[in-house]
């Protein structure tokens, strides 16, 4: 099976950078994905990361590492909008499959 | 471009009545299709995921099922529905090496 890891709550100031980390270990790795959830709305996408390396993408970048299933999500300067969960999930399987995380909730304070 | 229909928007059932949601989506063929259930302050569950029509795999053992009479459709149902099985459901899709899409979800309450 799949087991991903992400800490639960984050808090971070206005106009400040966050790095929200993910773990995971599974067996048949295809890519790796982070959304983010708005309370009692729907995912959107934010990235998407398939091999070694940084993704960026405006204020958001994606970092991966297959070797140490290891990920993460920075986000550069904060706005209060970005307070949100934030959810990473891997894709097994040829994409078959994909997993999510249990979030890491975001706060950002002024 | 592609969209996905998921209703009802919220739902408010009793323990042991029946359950079905629907899912559609537009603009794409043969699509991978999930279902997601979270509880409250949680991740995401995933409870089903089809890659084609006819094609269910289960990831927990429940008391909901899915199917997949048309290619783009996808369906939950129950039963008889459990207390807990409130929460939140949201129905996706993704063509393969790419993001999935989520629909709005569906808000079911057991009382």
């Known amino acids: 099976g799949q087991n991903i890891d992400q800490p639960t709550e984050m808090t971070a100031t206005e106009g400040a950078i966050v790095q929200i980390n993910c773990t995971y270990q599974?067996?048949?790795?295809?890519?790796l994905f982070w959304y983010q959830q708005h309370a009692g709305e729907a995912p959107t996408f934010l990235s998407y990361n398939v091999l070694d390396g940084l993704e960026e993408k405006g204020r958001f970048s994606s970092f991966l590492s297959r070797s140490k299933g290891y990920s993460y999500l920075l986000l550069k300067e904060l706005q209060m909008k970005d307070s949100a969960s934030y959810l990473c999930?891997?894709?097994?399987?040829?994409?078959?499959?994909?997993?999510f995380g249990t979030g890491t909730k975001l706060q950002v304070i002024p | 471009s592609q969209t996905i229909h998921q209703w009802p928007a919220t739902l408010v059932q009793p323990v042991g009545s029946p359950l079905s949601l629907e899912c559609t989506v537009e603009?794409?063929?043969?699509?991978?299709l999930y279902w997601y259930r979270q509880a409250a302050g949680r991740g995401l569950q995933l409870l089903f995921y089809?890659?084609?029509?006819?094609?269910i795999s289960s990831e927990v053992p429940q008391n909901l099922s899915a199917s997949r009479p048309q290619d783009r459709q996808f369906i939950l149902s129950s039963k008889k529905l459990l207390l807990s099985d409130s929460g939140f459901y949201l129905c996706a899709w993704s063509s393969g090496e790419a993001e999935a899409f989520f629909g709005q979800g569906t808000r079911l309450t057991v009382v």
């Open positions: 603009g794409t063929s043969n699509p991978n």
């Open positions: 999930a891997v894709a097994v399987g040829g994409y078959q499959k994909v997993t």
């Open positions: 089809s890659v084609g029509i006819g094609q």
């Open positions: 599974t067996s048949g790795f295809n890519g």
